[in-house]
C-alpha cells in the first residue's frame, strides 16, 4: 500500500511486569479478582508488592506485547506509550526496540515512575494483574503522531486506554486520523472488567469506527450483557465487519460478514502461565491481515503465538515467532 | 550454637541481573571474556545494553544468590550489600527479603544507581557477564554489623569485592570480627579473571583467615598458576582446612584434612542458564556444613542446588530446594 512504513501500530500503556507465583488464598487476602486486571493506587501496589515472592520482571503492556510479536513474526510495527525516566522506563524502553519495534516516544523526568503490573501467577497458570499506572496516566493527545498513524495499515488501541479521559481522548484522535486516511482500526477490549466499566462507549465505537475487534469470551459476552457466547457471537456479527473471539482451550471463533471460521488451539505441553495469551494471538492475527493471508491462516497465526507465550513466564516470545509460523506452514 | 541468629551472612555486591540471549559474535565484538565476569564502567554497559536483544530482569549477586539458595533449604541467612533508591535497588531488597534472607542495608539516594549485570547468554547455555557496579562502591566499613556477623555460624564473602578498596577494608574488618567470635570464614574466589587480579592477597588471606574454600577448576588453576587441577588441588590441600573445588560436568572434589571427596554432578534435564552455578553450589555446601552434614552430603546438596540453577533463566531457585533435598533423600 502506497505511504505504509509499518503493517501495525499499537497505542496502549507502557508497562514493566512484575510476575511472582502465588496460591489462590493471596488473591483472596488482597482483593484480587482472579484473572482479570485492576488498577491500583501507589500505596496498594506496595503493599501487595510487599506481601508477594520474589519477582521477574520482563516488558509488559498488552498493544506493545501484541507489537512485539507482530515485529517477532516478521512484521513492521510501531509503539506509542509513555515512560518516565527511571530503571523501568529504560528497560521497556530497550526491550521494545531491541524487538525490532519503532517506539519514538521520549522519556518524562520528575513526575510519576513508569506503570508497573504485579503479575500473580496460581498454580492453573492463570494470572491475576495490579496495574499501577503511574506516567501512563500521561499519555494524551500530544503523543499521537499523525504521520505514524497515517504511515499504518493498521491502528491497534487496547481497550485499557479508557480509564483515563486524556488517553480515550487520544484515543479518539488515532481512530479519526486512521480513518480519513483510509487505515483500518482494531481494538481490543482488553478485560471483562474493563469491558464493564465502558460498555456503551465500547459498543459505539464498535459500531462506529472499529474494523477488526479482538475479544475474548469474558470480555464480549461482558459487552453485550449475556452469559452465552454464542448469543454474543451472533451479536458482534452484526456490529462489525470482522471480529476475532478467543476462548482459552475452546480456541477461536473469526465472524465476518456471514462468515464464521472456527479456529483451534495449537497444542502446547505445559501451560506455565496465561500472561499475553490474548495479546500474542492479536500479534499473530493482525499480522496475518496485514499481510494479506486468509482469515483461517490468520487466526492459526494467532494460535501459535498464544501457545508460545503460555509455555513460558512473561508475555514477550522467547522464540522468533517467524521459525515457529515457518515450521507451522511446513508441517501443515 | 549460643548467640546463633543465620547460619550463614554474605557480603557482597547487591546486583540485578539483566539477561539476554546472544551469539559469540556478539561477545567478541563487545570485548567480553566468554565465562567470565568483567567490570564495566557506565558507558560501556550502556553501549553493550543498546546493543544487546530483550532482556529479563532478575535479581543476582553471587554472595545474595548464595544467601537465597541457603534459605531456599530452609537455612537463616542474611545478607549486606548496598543499593540505591532506585527501581531496580527495590527490586534487589524486595526479591531478597521475600526469598526469607535478612537484609538490613538501607537504600542510599542521590549518589550511584543500583548495581547492574548484563548477563549475555549464548546457545551453549555459557553465561558471560558485565557488572556495572554502581553503588556497590560505596559498601564500605560501615556497612559491617558487627552484632550481625557474631549471630552466624558463617560469614560467607565474596571475591568480587577485593575489585574495591573500601570493600576489601569492610571484607577484612568481617574476618577479624567473625574470627574473634570463634564463628567459620567462607571465601569464593568468584571469577577467574577476579583471582587473576588479586592473586598474592587471596593467597594470603586462604592461609590466614578463611576456614571453608569454594572455587571452580579456573579459579583455583589461578589462583597457583597452574594448568592442572591435579596440582592445584594438591597445594589447596596444604593451605586450607576445607575446599570444595566445583568442575562443571566433571562434579566437584572436597578437600579437606587429608580427605578428598568425589562428588557428582546432579542430573538435569537440559542446561538453559550456568548463571548461579556456582553460587547455588555454594548454597547447598555451606547449608549443609551450617546444619551439621557430613561432607559427602553438603556436596550433594550443593550438586543438587547447582542443577536447579542451570535448568532456568536467573540466579534465583524457582523451586523450593527445600522440596529437591527432600526428594533427594527419599530416593537416596
Redesign the interface.
Known amino acids: 500500500m502506497n505511504g505504509i512504513r509499518y503493517d501495525v501500530i499499537g497505542i496502549g500503556n507502557a508497562i514493566v511486569d512484575?510476575i511472582?507465583r502465588c496460591d489462590d488464598d493471596f488473591l483472596v487476602r488482597h482483593d484480587a479478582p482472579k484473572g482479570n486486571m485492576r488498577l491500583v493506587d501507589a500505596e496498594t501496589v506496595v503493599s501487595i508488592?510487599?506481601d508477594?515472592?520474589?519477582?521477574?520482571?520482563?516488558?509488559g503492556g498488552s498493544a506493545a506485547n501484541t507489537m512485539?510479536g507482530i515485529a517477532s513474526f516478521g512484521g513492521r510495527a510501531a509503539f506509542i506509550g509513555k515512560v518516565a525516566d527511571?530503571?523501568?522506563g529504560k528497560?521497556f524502553a530497550?526491550?521494545?526496540r531491541?524487538?525490532g519495534v519503532e517506539f519514538a516516544s521520549a522519556p518524562v523526568s520528575g513526575k510519576a515512575?513508569?506503570s508497573r503490573c504485579l503479575i500473580l501467577v496460581t498454580p492453573d497458570g492463570e494470572r491475576t494483574m495490579n496495574t499501577y499506572l503511574g506516567i501512563s496516566t500521561e499519555l494524551d493527545q500530544g503523543e499521537v503522531d499523525p504521520d505514524a498513524i497515517r504511515a499504518s495499515g493498521i491502528v491497534y488501541l487496547e481497550g485499557y486506554l479508557f480509564d483515563r479521559p486524556e488517553a480515550k481522548t487520544a484515543f479518539r484522535q488515532a481512530v479519526e486520523i486512521a480513518r480519513s486516511a483510509g487505515r483500518k482500526v482494531a481494538l481490543t477490549l482488553s478485560d471483562g472488567f474493563c469491558v464493564d466499566r465502558h460498555r456503551g462507549e465500547f459498543r459505539d465505537l464498535i459500531r462506529n469506527g472499529v474494523d477488526i475487534l479482538l475479544a475474548n469470551e469474558d470480555e464480549i459476552t461482558s459487552l453485550y450483557k449475556t452469559d452465552d457466547f454464542e448469543d454474543a457471537a451472533q451479536r458482534v456479527a452484526v456490529e462489525t465487519d470482522l471480529a476475532a473471539l478467543t476462548r482459552s482451550a475452546k480456541g477461536s471463533v473469526i465472524i465476518s460478514k456471514g462468515q464464521r471460521i472456527e479456529i483451534p488451539v495449537h497444542p502446547v505441553e505445559r501451560l506455565v502461565d496465561s500472561t499475553g495469551a490474548g495479546d500474542l494471538y492479536a500479534a499473530g492475527f493482525l499480522y496475518g491481515i496485514a499481510t494479506g493471508k486468509d482469515l483461517a491462516t490468520a487466526g492459526r497465526l494467532g494460535s501459535l503465538a498464544a501457545a508460545e507465550i503460555i509455555s513460558h513466564v512473561?508475555a514477550?516470545p522467547e522464540t522468533p515467532l517467524s521459525d515457529l509460523a515457518l515450521d507451522w506452514a511446513q508441517s501443515a
Do not use: C, L
Not at 52 to 59: D, R
Open positions: 512484575i511472582g508488592y510487599d508477594m515472592g520474589p519477582g521477574v520482571e520482563i516488558s512485539v527511571d530503571d523501568f528497560v530497550h526491550d521494545i531491541a524487538a515512575p513508569t512473561g514477550r
